[in-house]
């Protein structure tokens, strides 16, 4: 799976945005998607994942109810709309997918979990 991440920018304190992630290759569909970010000088973190079939959802605590991932899986895509966006959301985000189909019962949440790694595109939040 090779995977492409895209819009991220630069947006004040309290504003939105919404990131894609398009995936190529393998069959996106049957893969679990999830959300990273990493902050200058700080470690990768979570930040959310959902199931093959967009019923499962899950997030961190720092962004819950303000970050939603979802999924296109006619266009490969996953998404994650960001909201009330804070200046430590300010980060590179990346796209990821584990390395085997979702099981149907676990959405992984740790970084060695995951395989298949986008660029990353990167989200300036200013206050």
């Known amino acids: 799976v090779q995977l492409q991440a895209s819009g991220g920018g630069l947006v004040q304190a309290g504003g939105s945005l919404r990131l894609s992630c398009v995936a190529f290759g393998r069959t996106f569909r049957n893969y679990v998607m999830g959300w990273f970010r990493q902050a200058p000088g700080k470690e990768r973190e979570f930040v959310a994942a959902?199931?093959?079939?967009?019923?499962?959802?899950y997030y961190a605590g720092s962004v819950e109810g303000r970050f939603t991932i979802s999924r296109d899986n006619a266009e490969n895509t996953v998404y994650l709309q960001m909201s009330s966006l804070k200046p430590e959301d300010t980060a590179v985000y990346y796209c990821?997918?584990?390395?085997?189909?979702?099981?149907?019962?676990?959405?992984?949440?740790?970084?060695?979990?995951?395989?298949?790694w986008g660029q990353g595109t990167l989200v300036t939040v200013s206050s």
């Open positions: 959902i199931s093959w079939s967009g019923g499962r959802t």
């Open positions: 990821a997918a584990p390395p085997s189909y979702d099981s149907g019962t676990y959405l992984p949440k740790l970084r060695p979990e995951y395989y298949y």
